[in-house]
Nanobody, 119 residues
Framework: QVQLVESGGGLVQAGGSLRLSCAAS????????MGWFRQAPGKEREFVAS????????AYADSVKGRFTISRDNAKNTGYLQMNSLKPEDTAVFYC????????????WGQGTQVTVSS
């Protein structure tokens, strides 16, 4: 089992920045991919970014490219989502998730953290 705990959400003005953290425990994470998803009120959950824990190779949704950066700290078993130039439409609950890197489905999810961007 993998346990994921997010932190770092909050309220920020448009144009501001936040950094989300996702602490992983329970397994050696080297064979996993960590992803970030978000769900806005009345909308479906959508992919934001992911990182292959072994290679560090990132992937981003088009809507966040150039504004968000995903990274990881192997020693701390923690992933990060640096969010810059935030927009009101980024307002959502952000979820950290994990999957085995060779498996497409995310099996492990955090509890979510609220990000609110005011205009």
């Amino acid at each position: 089992q993998v346990q994921l705990v997010e932190s770092g959400g909050g309220l920020v003005q448009a144009g501001g920045s936040l950094r989300l953290s996702c602490a992983a425990s329970g397994r050696t994470f080297s064979t996993y991919t960590m992803g970030w998803f978000r769900q806005a009120p009345g909308k479906e959950r959508e992919f934001v970014a992911s990182i292959n824990w072994s290679s560090g190779w990132p992937a981003y949704a088009d809507s966040v490219k150039g504004r968000f950066t995903i990274s990881r700290d192997n020693a701390k078993n923690t992933g990060y989502l640096q969010m810059n130039s935030l927009k009101p439409e980024d307002t959502a609950v952000f979820y950290c998730a994990a999957r085995k890197s060779l498996v497409p489905r995310y099996d492990y999810w955090g509890q979510g953290t609220q990000v609110t961007v005011s205009s």
